[in-house]
């Protein structure tokens, strides 16, 4: 892909450099990175801390289970089923979700 021709003048990008420079979006991020009335499904937890991983299964968040945010500050509060629940950054960050 070169940038000029043989006398030297620019050759303009074709779609594939164009779309080489696009940063692709990831599609599992924790649960503090979703914006107000996203949805998803639960990833996974990850932390190594077995008290908050203990007081995460409580609250009924498991992998598989949809769960959509309702609002991010001060506290994030998300709902899976038909219950809500507050969380800090802190365990909003353990919990995984595959954003839709």
């Given amino acids: 892909h070169p940038t000029t021709c043989p006398h030297g003048r620019a050759i303009p ?3 594939c450099c164009k779309d080489k420079k696009r940063k692709p979006e990831s599609l599992v ?7 107000k009335a996203q949805k998803g499904k639960i990833a996974y937890i990850q ?15 498991l992998p598989g289970l949809q769960i959509s945010i309702i609002q991010s ?20 960050e353990k919990i995984y979700v595959w954003r839709r």
Avoid at 29 to 35: F, T
Avoid at 73 to 92: R, W
């Fill in 29 to 35: 991020l924790p649960l503090s990175q979703l914006k």
């Fill in 13 to 15: 990008s074709g779609n």
């Fill in 47 to 61: 932390t190594n801390n077995r008290e908050m991983l203990k007081k995460i299964m409580a609250m009924g968040a």
């Fill in 73 to 92: 500050f001060p506290s994030y509060v998300f709902k899976i089923g038909e219950s809500q629940f507050a969380v800090d950054k802190e365990i909003a």
